[in-house]
């Protein structure tokens, strides 16, 4: 008796150190522009793709004429867009589209953005990529960055000098690449800072801090899979 509440005991310890298979899911999420400040937050042409049953699929999307807030952002044609699916594979892809960027008093400015991420997985392998992510006439700091087919490489950084900084086609991974992948493609994305503290006495001078006081990010989409 003893013996065989022993090998239960292992056999119930064994199950629960053995690896949890990922539930079948997709996610995805697409917007124009997001600004936050001092003056509070605003989002325009959201979209979150909504649950997705097997074999079924979905899709949403949001659209707005523009996004302004004085000396910080103006943008017009704002579309967000997701969809996905669970069949043999999970599948979803995620697109965002803003025109006439004109960010910071034109400190930033872009003819056109388009964020295109998708996502797949088959339980054995999982990938997502940002194909099709593209800027048109992209200028920063009166500096032209785009090249002859409108790609940046992934997370270019450049300085804002008094501003604070932007990152460019900014991508960040998520999943471990077998059952699960995902990512997320902010094509701009200003960091603003301020310098704060600091000074100087007869004992001596301390330097000031950066800290963050708000961000800006324009043609976001999102998307991931699991099997």
């Given at each position: 008796m003893q013996?065989?509440?022993?090998?239960?005991l292992l056999n119930g310890v064994a199950a629960g150190l053995a690896p949890v298979t990922p539930a079948q899911s997709v996610s995805g999420k697409a917007f124009g522009a997001f600004v936050r400040g001092p003056g509070g937050t605003q989002q325009s042409a959201l979209a979150v793709l909504p649950a997705v049953a097997m074999a079924d699929g979905a899709m949403t999307d949001g659209d707005a004429d523009g996004l302004s807030v004085p000396g910080t952002i103006t943008t017009e044609g704002l579309t967000g867009n997701t969809s996905g699916s669970i069949g043999d594979a999970a599948a979803a892809q995620s697109v965002a589209t803003a025109f006439n960027v004109n960010l910071l008093n034109g400190l930033i400015t872009a003819s056109s953005l388009t964020a295109t991420v998708s996502s797949t997985s088959n339980g054995a392998r999982a990938t997502s990529n940002a194909l099709g992510s593209t800027f048109g006439d992209?200028?920063?700091?009166?500096?032209?960055?785009t090249s002859g087919d409108g790609a940046i490489a992934p997370n270019t950084r450049m300085n804002l000098p008094g501003v604070g900084y932007v990152v460019l086609n900014e991508q960040l991974p998520t999943g471990?690449?077998?059952?699960?992948?995902?990512?997320?493609?902010?094509?701009?994305?200003v960091v603003l800072q301020s310098l704060t503290g600091g000074g100087c006495t007869l004992l001596g001078c301390l330097p000031g801090v950066l800290t963050t006081t708000g961000e800006i990010i324009v043609g976001s989409a999102g998307s991931s899979a699991a099997m």
């Open positions: 013996v065989v509440v022993a090998l239960w992209l200028v920063v700091n009166g500096v032209s960055v471990d690449g077998v059952r699960s992948s995902g990512l997320t493609v902010n094509l701009i994305h």
